[in-house]
């Protein structure tokens, strides 16, 4: 049984991952759209990041978590809120990764690729933990 629960896991965990590539695409293709736009680097990668969390709330609740999305109402409502909360605590430290690294004179581009990767374990282990916490039986 317990077996059966870790692959159930890891699976979740592969279909995040795909989940949170799909989202990646629009943040980044926003973020790179809006640079070549010329953007300062960390207003674009705030706002490639909010596109990519609306990206990914669909993804999470239709893909990852269906079985944990709470109903309609006040817990749905209040699951939202929560994934909102997990997002911007990846969009801060997205964007002070970011920043920080423009103003000290390095490439954008590269501090988004460790950001994304921090960003990444960070909101996965609020949503899996938290946000969408099984529900007990």
Request: overall charge positive; charged content about 15%; aromatic content about 8%.
């Amino acid at each position: 049984m317990k077996a059966i629960a870790m692959r159930l896991r890891d699976m979740r965990f592969l279909r995040y991952l795909l989940a949170s590539v799909g989202a990646l695409a629009v943040d980044v293709g926003s973020f790179l759209a809006l640079l070549a736009a010329g953007m300062l680097a960390a207003p674009a990668s705030a706002i490639g990041y909010t596109l990519g969390i609306l990206a990914h709330w669909l993804l999470s609740s239709r893909t990852v978590f269906v079985g944990n999305v709470a109903e309609r109402g006040p817990q749905r409502t209040r699951q939202k809120a929560m994934f909102v909360a997990s997002a911007i605590a990846g969009l801060a430290v997205t964007t002070l990764i970011v920043g920080t690294a423009d103003l000290s004179g390095f490439d954008p581009r590269l501090a988004k690729l460790a950001a994304i990767a921090i960003s990444f374990t960070l909101t996965w282990l609020l949503r899996s933990k938290i946000v969408f916490r099984p529900k007990a039986d």
